[in-house]
């Protein structure tokens, strides 16, 4: 008997001769070519023979002359599912060695698919196979070369997949944007941004103006989201412009316009927002304005302090063919809550389930907070309540808000048990809510109970972030606590930040007892000026009635039209933005927010020359100033008296951040008040009320600076204008209204207001026993003098 492997050897061997035999015979029928069965029969042959032991070796014992070698045949076996991956690279290889044979674009492409099913494994030879076919001139087609793309990014190796355009690139003078396209869309969905920007610019840079038409523009939509979510401004304006430059009429569709309008008006460049909604009703259907449009608009007036704009806004909305949805009321009632607009928002919260609409838990804490910043506290109770009884869960937002917020309303026995009362249940608390109650009572020195609080914090696994740090280290330095510091750096195990912020402060602390610029040590740092001027620096709206007389009554939306159209007279005065916490970068946001920290610090010893020595090195390191930086000094220089110096940082201010926030404007009136000017507080009241943009601490500084100044009236106007903008006067509002009307000798109206604090059930304070008691020895001096 024939031992197994020379037998299949023999009837490979007879096979060939067979078909050869065949093939010879049918030659000389000029029409007549091998049958199915014949192809069929040599390619079960080849592919039993690959698969055996030996693999191609089996085919060098075979006459080459046997074997035919086409496209059709290698294909046919390239095709095989069940020859391993592994025998179609020996037999692919094998055929490159006929010297009568050379692999064609339909073999590489075949072969290529059949690599690309596990693309990581076989990466080596398919840049190999690459190369081949760079040497052999022949040419990849685009279908072909689209799949191996998707194979690498599928797989999540997207540097490959990168490697493998530049490759191609180097190639083929033109690719198919389609490639590009289906890369793009993959970078943006994986979150590779950076890539995702370098396949775009290629691909805008590979077409010609006569086909940017072949550009998927949803690819270029879904890239400019993407950049909005993760907050790249510069390259979200470089993707646009590049755009407009050239792709004609850039947006092209009203998704288009929507991403760029939300982006823009975010970031608080509002005019080019309103310009592109201009554009949108020039050209009109299909790319009018859609609700998607007005709720971005709407936030974005919001955002930048424009609540009266929103709410005119908001109504002509209603009436202009389209119907809020939850996005919108969501939207408004954020916006007139950061904005202190709290009875604005409570009625259009009603509206809202009046239309059918349930609210989600957001909008329950936005409307939770502006009652708790309003001073309205039975309110928030009984909206807390309420949303339980309404079956929308709470979060830990919720009760941070609350645990926030009762501290503020003087409730810190209830917040500090609500506290404890989620701990033991174990739910709803966070790294955030450690960090309001720490700082909650660092405020009011209890440092030793705040350690605790961080030792427990790591101990259940919460991270302390650079903000919890800056609380401990300004209360132990307020204190003068400093042997506390190394107590801190026991606690906090997590990372290196700790250890980062000591070291930055050693360092800190170094340049500020050798300053590399000598000369800046003696001379004033900021230029001089005067508070008088300060008009000068608020710029208004300009009167709009000439544009008022040209606004289209048949428009659906003409107050929008107008704002469009006056789109360069919008100066913003302030905006309605949050700090965000640092917390997820680590030691790498130890520039501006650690400079900040430290400027708190001296401030609050009165270091001011050391501050102002610390903020002149980090302006020499290139740390770009914020508001709060500018801010902090400002504060500092007015409460010392250093009006001049204090106005020279708000010039400087004024050249350097885009706009002011409420704490600057809280600076202004109280210099303001130091220098006896309550005109121009009013003044600059008025231009901020246009806004409707004031919060419980401007009201507190404008009722004290007006009533210095013996403006009564308009102290009662700017009572009133709290009482309807759903502000409720804590006891610095009436410690304040006391005050002022005692020392200007109107006893009676103290009195009231005194009775009034009563009546609102207000808890005194240490300051309120000292106003009571001046107020007592006016009246008895009164009586004596009527006696």
């Not at 087609?141 to 190796?157: V, Y």
Request: proline share 2%.
């Amino acid at each position: 008997m024939l031992h197994g492997r020379r037998r299949t050897a023999l009837f490979h061997k007879v096979l060939f001769r067979w078909l050869h035999v065949r093939n010879k015979t049918t030659i000389t029928q000029p029409h007549t070519s091998p049958t199915k069965l014949d192809t069929f029969l040599l390619v079960a042959s080849i592919v039993k023979s690959l698969s055996e032991p030996g693999g191609t070796r089996n085919l060098n014992n075979v006459e080459s002359s046997l074997i035919s070698l086409s496209d059709s045949l290698v294909l046919e076996i390239l095709k095989r599912n069940s020859l391993d991956v592994s025998k179609k690279i020996d037999f692919f290889k094998w055929c490159s060695l006929r010297h009568s044979y050379k692999h064609s674009a339909g073999t590489y492409s075949q072969m290529l698919k059949t690599l690309c099913i596990n693309p990581v494994i076989h990466k080596d030879y398919i840049f190999h196979l690459l190369s081949s076919m760079n040497l052999e001139g022949v040419v990849l087609d685009s279908s072909t070369f689209k799949f191996l793309l998707d194979s690498f990014i599928k797989s999540g190796n997207f540097d490959s997949a990168l490697e493998i355009l530049d490759h191609v690139e180097n190639i083929l003078d033109k690719l198919n944007p389609d490639v590009y396209n289906s890369v793009l869309i993959a970078l943006v969905h994986s979150n590779h941004l950076n890539m995702a920007l370098f396949t775009w610019f290629k691909l805008l840079d590979s077409v010609t103006r006569e086909d940017v038409g072949s550009i998927d523009l949803a690819a270029c939509s879904e890239l400019l989201v993407a950049l909005r979510k993760a907050g790249m401004r510069s390259e979200f304006r470089n993707v646009f412009n590049k755009c407009r430059e050239k792709i004609n009429n850039f947006p092209v569709d009203v998704w288009g316009y929507n991403v760029c309008i939300h982006a823009f008006g975010n970031w608080g460049e509002l005019e080019t927002s309103l310009n592109l909604f201009k554009e949108m009703k020039e050209k009109g259907d299909p790319l009018a304005p859609d609700l998607c449009t007005y709720n971005s608009l709407i936030q974005s007036l919001c955002f930048n302090g424009k609540v009266n704009d929103a709410l005119i806004v908001w109504e002509e909305l209603k009436s202009s063919g389209h119907e809020p949805d939850e996005f919108t009321y969501r939207i408004i009632i954020q916006g007139c809550c950061k904005c202190y607009r709290i009875n604005d928002a409570t009625k259009i919260f009603s509206e809202m389930q009046h239309n059918g609409f349930r609210p989600d838990t957001i909008v329950y804490n936005s409307v939770l907070d502006g009652f708790l910043k309003s001073r309205k506290l039975t309110e928030a109770c009984q909206l807390f309540e309420k949303m339980v009884d309404d079956g929308v869960r709470a979060s830990s937002c919720t009760y941070n808000i609350l645990i926030d917020g009762l501290f503020k309303n003087r409730r810190a026995q209830a917040a500090y048990a609500l506290f404890g009362d989620l701990k033991k249940k174990g739910r709803f608390v966070d790294g955030i809510t450690y960090s309001i109650v720490i700082f909650h009572i660092c405020k009011e020195g209890m440092i030793e109970e705040a350690l605790e609080l961080v030792e427990e914090m790591e101990s259940r696994g919460f991270v302390v972030d650079l903000v919890t740090i800056t609380h401990l280290l300004v209360a132990i330095n307020t204190e003068s606590r400093t042997d506390l510091t190394d107590r801190l750096l026991r606690h906090i195990k997590n990372g290196n930040l700790m250890p980062s912020v000591l070291e930055w402060k050693d360092n800190m602390e170094a340049l500020l007892k050798d300053p590399k610029n000598q000369k800046k040590d003696f001379t004033p740092m900021f230029q001089k000026g005067d508070f008088r001027e300060i008009m000068s620096l608020i710029t208004s709206r300009e009167s709009c009635s000439s544009s008022k007389e040209a606004i289209d009554p048949w428009s659906s939306s003409p107050y929008m039209d107008h704002l469009a159209d006056e789109a360069k007279l919008q100066r913003q005065l302030l905006v309605s933005s949050r700090g965000k916490r640092v917390q997820e970068k680590g030691v790498d946001s130890f520039d501006i927010n650690m400079v900040n920290t430290y400027l708190s610090l001296y401030l609050t010893k009165g270091k001011l020359s050391l501050a102002c020595k610390l903020f002149d090195i980090f302006n020499d390191l290139g740390v770009d100033p914020v508001n709060y930086t500018y801010n902090s000094l400002m504060s500092s220089l007015v409460k010392k008296g250093y009006l001049n110096e204090a106005y020279g940082v708000l010039s400087e201010m004024g050249e350097k951040v885009r706009s002011a926030d409420v704490a600057t404007y809280n600076v202004i009136f109280q210099a303001l008040g130091k220098m006896g000017r309550a005109d121009l507080a009013g003044a600059v009241l008025r231009k901020l009320t246009e806004g409707g943009f004031l919060d419980m601490v401007m009201y507190n500084t404008l009722i004290s600076v007006l009533g210095k100044g013996g403006r009564f009236d308009e102290v009662d106007r700017v009572l009133e204008q709290m009482k309807k903008s759903g502000i409720n006067p804590d006891v610095v509002t009436y410690n304040t209204l006391i005050e002022v009307n005692s020392k200007a000798g109107r006893l009676k109206e103290a009195q009231r207001f005194l009775k009034m604090m009563v009546d609102a059930g207000c808890a005194p304070n240490h300051v309120t026993d000292t106003t009571l008691e001046f107020l007592e020895k006016e009246i008895k001096k009164a009586k004596q003098k009527r006696k």
